[in-house]
């Protein structure tokens, strides 16, 4: 037997070095297909761990993305409420200066009033002062003219 091992292809018979071939030819194919299937299913293994990989750092640039967008659109409405504030200041500012203005009318246009209603009540003692007089007059030459008339009635009256 150790004869046929060492030269075993020489000694062998046409119709078993085919078999023999065939069977190596069968157990290399036999092979080549476990380590296809080896191989295939350590490439399916790797592209799921690569796409697990994949989704976990997608996640991962989302969140920092927004993160990102958070801390940007932060620093936005910080100068836009900055801007409102100072534009709402200088409009109180405005304000306020108005309402002094509008204040300081006001007095002014009391003190105003004040002063022309103590005119037109000085003008109105004033007249019923003169009228009061005139009155007075009136009433003088009333009974004046009255005394008059009775002692010229008197008069006549004893001439009768």
Do not use: C, P
């Not at 007249?127 to 006549?156: F, M």
Request: aromatic share 6%; charged share 40%; proline share 0%.
């Amino acid at each position: 037997m150790s004869g046929k091992k060492k030269g075993g292809k020489k000694h062998m018979t046409e119709e078993e070095r085919v078999h023999f071939y065939e069977t190596q030819l069968l157990a290399e194919e036999e092979n080549r297909k476990k380590k296809e299937e080896l191989l295939t299913q350590f490439l399916k293994d790797k592209l799921a761990k690569e796409e697990k990989a994949n989704e976990f750092n997608k996640l991962k640039l989302q969140n920092q993305w927004r993160a990102i967008m958070r801390e940007a659109k932060a620093t936005e409405l910080t100068k836009d409420i900055e801007i409102l504030s100072q534009t709402f200041e200088r409009i109180v500012d405005r304000k306020d200066a108005i309402i002094k203005s509008l204040a300081q009318d006001l007095e002014e246009a009391e003190d105003q009033y004040q002063l022309a209603l103590r005119s037109h009540l000085q003008n109105i003692d004033t007249l019923v002062e003169h009228q009061g007089s005139r009155i007075n007059a009136i009433h003088r030459e009333y009974s004046g003219e009255l005394d008059q008339l009775k002692t010229e009635y008197s008069s006549e009256r004893e001439k009768m």
